[in-house]
């Protein structure tokens, strides 16, 4: 099995991810994390919030920042008014191309098909696939076989084209046979389709009432600049940071939870002086680098890719995405944690005048055939006023903006690990281990009496109380300790604390480690300390 396929079926068996609905055979692109993945997730995003916001020290400089800064955050509605996607320009613009296939009635994303081209019996043909990278050119290879009527012991006579490519690479669409077609040109022409979930708000029917799903959490952080302003003592430069579901109707949601259409982002709009946005930019690109890989993403996995300037979205002067080499992507390519851009004054410019045409610059208000504001904006200023310097200006926006379930996902990749560890005997037998940072990992310590007998549970339980206060611990007295051993491994538990024959007598447990597989013993009334300690310690290393 694929280390993707092992990590998939064990977040099943242990409670980290179930498909959603499942009962009812599931709904393609939507996920519930169960009882240890809400944990996992809980922590992921509370220490993103720790971090950016609650720890933040508006007081000093931060290493690598131009200035000190303040970090405020906001919980805004998923539904806002109508008006705000039109000016931010995700009703018009907020949408991917697809293409529908006559014969089998499914939808794809244009550019996410991926084929390969193939020749035999004097045809070319493009061959697309919806199988895994792993096993594309299997599949792919099976379905040519059959299109061209051949048999299995015939393969060598279909000559390949060296690579896989995106359905966008192909301009005529007769030559490809689709994922679930058997003849060649059921693909219609790609077309738009805008992304946004679309809702009825109270008992108005029609469009008077409608509204969408947010599509990302940005925009209510955009439009509360004001009262962030005339509510707290923020002064420029400072952060706004919110934490959130999103949905997108994504097309062809794909790869586990990373591509979703239901989702929680960490977003942080930070507002500062269009002279040091630049400045702001670049240290934001290495303070959110760094983040992932103090909770333990492998730097050799995780990347910063500068946009190509053909890439930027329309009002950005610069993007860069923080991507990791996931396992479920082909061998070379990276998928997107994160993206930080740099917006300019586009977002709180739209929202005071209206829409802004995105493919002029500089930036212009996108007027109707009389010269109206196509989409009026609020008509509020959302200016800057420096009470030292009394200048009056546009704020410029630098926006890192995570996604949760993608950076829960990257740290259980990351985790996932097979190695050995002694059983109840002393031999060596092989384990499934989650080396998960013990700062997001969903239960911290395990506790064990050693047999159910000789006042052990009476003292295990005692410590579990104690631990319990502060720490999310699990209990268990079932099964061979080195059985309860294993099943904490998987579930990513870094401290296994077990009380033995020696406990009774000396008040001391031991607490082993999950990653280094040392025993250690310590008294009785220093675990709760101790894991403490272990837990803040800041220099984690998963292979110590
Ligand atoms: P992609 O190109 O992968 O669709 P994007 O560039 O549209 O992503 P952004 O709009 O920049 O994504 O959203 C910011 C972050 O939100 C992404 O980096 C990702 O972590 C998360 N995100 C976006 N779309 C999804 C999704 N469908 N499922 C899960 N997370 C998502």
């Known amino acids: 099995m694929m280390q993707m396929e092992k990590l998939v079926s064990l977040c099943k068996r242990r409670g980290y991810l179930f498909q959603s609905s499942e009962i009812y055979g599931g709904l393609n692109g939507f996920w519930?994390?169960?009882?240890?993945?809400?944990?996992?997730?809980?922590?992921?995003?509370?220490?993103?919030?720790?971090?950016?916001?609650?720890?933040?020290?508006?007081?000093?400089?931060?290493?690598?920042?131009?200035?000190?800064?303040?970090?405020?955050?906001?919980?805004c509605t998923i539904i806002m008014h109508p008006q705000v996607w039109k000016c931010s320009g995700h009703y018009d613009l907020f949408h991917d191309y697809m293409v529908d296939c006559k014969a089998s009635k499914r939808r794809y994303r244009h550019d996410q098909l991926r084929g390969r081209w193939v020749e035999a019996k004097g045809k070319r043909i493009f061959v697309t696939t919806l199988a895994e990278a792993d096993s594309e050119h299997e599949d792919a290879q099976r379905r040519a076989l059959k299109f061209f009527d051949m048999r299995?012991?015939?393969?060598?006579?279909?000559?390949?084209?060296?690579?896989?490519?995106?359905?966008?690479?192909?301009?005529?669409?007769?030559?490809?046979?689709?994922?679930?077609?058997?003849?060649?040109?059921?693909?219609?022409?790609?077309?738009?389709?805008?992304?946004?979930?679309?809702t009825y708000v109270g008992a108005l029917s029609g469009e008077e009432g409608?509204?969408?799903?947010?599509?990302?959490?940005?925009?209510?952080?955009?439009?509360?600049?004001?009262?962030?302003?005339?509510?707290?003592?923020?002064?420029?430069?400072?952060?706004?940071?919110?934490?959130?579901?999103?949905?997108?109707?994504?097309?062809?949601?794909?790869?586990?939870?990373f591509r979703s259409r239901e989702f929680e982002q960490m977003e942080i709009e930070f507002f500062c002086h269009p002279n040091q946005s630049r400045q702001w930019y670049e240290y934001w690109r290495q303070r959110r680098l760094k983040w992932y890989t103090q909770l333990g993403l492998d730097g050799q996995r995780l990347r910063l890719r500068e946009h190509a300037q053909d890439e930027l979205s329309h009002y950005s002067c610069g993007t860069a995405d923080i991507e990791y080499a996931f396992p479920f992507l082909p061998e070379g390519e990276?998928?997107?944690?994160?993206?930080?851009?740099?917006?300019?004054?586009?977002?709180?410019?739209?929202?005071?005048?209206?829409?802004?045409?995105?493919?002029?610059?500089?930036?212009?208000?996108?007027?109707?055939?009389?010269?109206?504001?196509?989409?009026?904006?609020?008509?509020?200023?959302?200016?800057?006023?420096?009470?030292?310097?009394?200048?009056?200006?546009?704020?410029?926006?630098?926006?890192?903006?995570a996604g949760a379930d993608r950076a829960t996902l990257a740290f259980l990749c990351e985790a996932y690990d097979e190695d050995e560890a002694p059983d109840d005997s002393g031999k060596m037998q092989?384990?499934?281990?989650?080396?998960?940072?013990?700062?997001?990992?969903?239960?911290?310590?395990?506790?064990?009496?050693?047999?159910?007998?000789?006042?052990?549970?009476?003292?295990?339980?005692?410590?579990?109380?104690?631990?319990?206060?502060?720490?999310?611990?699990?209990?268990?007295?079932?099964a061979a300790v080195g059985r309860r051993y294993r099943r904490q491994d998987e579930a990513g538990t870094p401290y296994c604390i077990t009380v033995d024959g020696q406990s009774l007598q000396d008040k001391t447990v031991t607490i082993r480690d999950r990653d280094t597989l040392q025993q250690s013993r310590v008294k009785i009334d220093d675990v709760v300390h101790e894991i403490e300690q272990r837990i803040n310690s800041c220099g984690y290393n998963k292979h110590q």
């Open 210 to 257: 409608a509204a969408f799903l947010r599509p990302e959490t940005a925009q209510g952080i955009f439009v509360n600049f004001k009262n962030v302003l005339d509510s707290t003592r923020v002064g420029i430069p400072f952060g706004v940071a919110q934490v959130g579901k999103s949905f997108r109707n994504e097309i062809t949601p794909r790869n586990f939870t």
């Open 152 to 198: 299995g012991k015939d393969a060598g006579q279909l000559t390949w084209d060296a690579k896989f490519q995106s359905l966008s690479s192909v301009t005529d669409l007769s030559q490809v046979l689709a994922p679930e077609a058997n003849e060649l040109g059921t693909l219609t022409e790609p077309r738009e389709f805008n992304l946004m979930f679309k």
């Open 334 to 401: 990276y998928g997107e944690l994160e993206g930080i851009a740099h917006r300019g004054d586009f977002d709180l410019r739209s929202h005071m005048e209206g829409k802004l045409d995105p493919r002029k610059r500089p930036l212009e208000l996108e007027v109707d055939e009389n010269g109206q504001p196509k989409w009026r904006g609020s008509g509020k200023d959302l200016t800057y006023r420096d009470e030292q310097t009394n200048e009056r200006f546009t704020p410029h926006v630098i926006e890192p903006s």
């Open 430 to 478: 092989s384990r499934v281990v989650l080396r998960l940072n013990p700062r997001i990992a969903p239960v911290k310590a395990a506790v064990f009496p050693l047999v159910k007998k000789d006042g052990m549970p009476e003292v295990a339980k005692e410590i579990y109380g104690a631990l319990k206060q502060k720490f999310n611990v699990f209990y268990d007295e079932k």
């Open 32 to 75: 519930d994390y169960g009882p240890l993945g809400v944990e996992l997730k809980r922590n992921v995003k509370e220490a993103w919030w720790q971090d950016m916001v609650t720890r933040h020290n508006e007081l000093a400089v931060p290493p690598g920042a131009p200035a000190a800064f303040e970090m405020v955050g906001l919980d």
